[in-house]
């Protein structure tokens, strides 16, 4: 009789032990999942930037800026005939406007390594950094709002 209170008690004590337990694995576990979910943002956001941000010209190259512009003379890039070596890197700054610049797989056919779309540029001072990666060739680009308007340009890679 006295075993089976004693054997009662022994596991009563160990059912609170273990509700304990339980509790404090809780309370550590909860910290620990919300600083994993601040981080998961906090390392993507970096990645974004990097891929479409500012670019640095190779030794011995150098920056090629472009201004994107819409005033009474019309939309356009100026210029708007880039001549440029690989390593050099094709600053698109704009001035006045809404625009992009789009390197139009179907204009420039057979391409590959074209510089992706651009967003909207709608803040004067904001650049999009093309770095010249391209083969040597002739290659086309437009302001995809303004091309109907003249808004396009060619990009001219040389050795
Ligand atoms: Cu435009």
Excluded at 28 to 51: F, I, L, N
Excluded at 65 to 92: C, M, N, W
């Amino acid at each position: 009789m006295s075993n089976a209170i004693a054997r009662k008690n022994t596991f009563a004590a160990a059912a609170v032990l273990a509700a304990l337990l339980a509790t404090a694995a809780c309370g550590g576990k909860t910290p620990a999942s919300d600083e994993s979910a601040q981080a998961s943002p906090a390392a993507a956001t970096p990645a974004a930037p990097a891929a479409a941000g500012p670019q640095t010209p190779d030794p011995g190259r150098r920056v090629i800026t472009v201004q994107l512009i819409a005033d009474d003379k019309g939309s356009r890039f100026e210029p708007s005939e880039i001549e440029a070596h690989r390593g050099d890197v094709i600053r698109f700054t704009l001035s006045l406007g809404v625009h992009n610049i789009d390197f139009l797989p179907d204009s420039n056919p057979g391409v590959q390594g074209l510089p992706p779309v651009s967003d909207m540029l709608q803040l004067a001072g904001q650049t999009y950094d093309v770095k010249v990666t391209l083969p040597r060739g002739h290659y086309y680009f437009q302001c995809d709002p303004h091309a109907a308007l003249g808004m396009r340009g060619h990009l001219e890679v040389e050795d």
